[in-house]
Nanobody, 121 residues
Framework: QVQLVESGGGLVQVGGSLRLSCAAS????????MGWFRQAPGKAREFVAA????????YYADSVKGRFTVSRDNPKNTMYLQMNSLKPEDAAVYYC??????????????WGQGTQVTVSS
């Protein structure tokens, strides 16, 4: 079982950037596809981005394509989400999760505590 801790959130102005980190414990991180999800107040949790176990394949929600970049460092057991050109609608609590290799939008296992991203105009 992989345990996950998200960090890197904060307050940023519209058009600004943030880099989120997802630190994982457990021996299966390096063989697991991983994903980022987010949940805004009053809304359902939604898929943001995913990366395969090797880092060679990435997948994004249309709403973040071209602005966000997901990456991973397997020796450090960490996944990242570089967020550029942030918009007010990107404000949410961001979570990472192990995802199904054949369906990146399907999270598996438990969630971390999340990290808050606030975008001010």
């Amino acid at each position: 079982q992989v345990q996950l801790v998200e960090s890197g959130g904060g307050l940023v102005q519209v058009g600004g950037s943030l880099r989120l980190s997802c630190a994982a414990s457990g021996s299966t991180f390096s063989t697991s596809a991983m994903g980022w999800f987010r949940q805004a107040p009053g809304k359902a949790r939604e898929f943001v981005a995913a990366i395969d176990w090797s880092g060679g394949d990435t997948y994004y929600a249309d709403s973040v394509k071209g602005r966000f970049t997901v990456s991973r460092d397997n020796p450090k057991n960490t996944m990242y989400l570089q967020m550029n050109s942030l918009k007010p609608e990107d404000a949410a609590v961001y979570y990472c999760a192990v995802v199904k290799g054949s369906d990146y939008e399907r999270p598996l296992g438990s969630w971390g505590q999340g990290t808050q991203v606030t975008v001010s105009s």
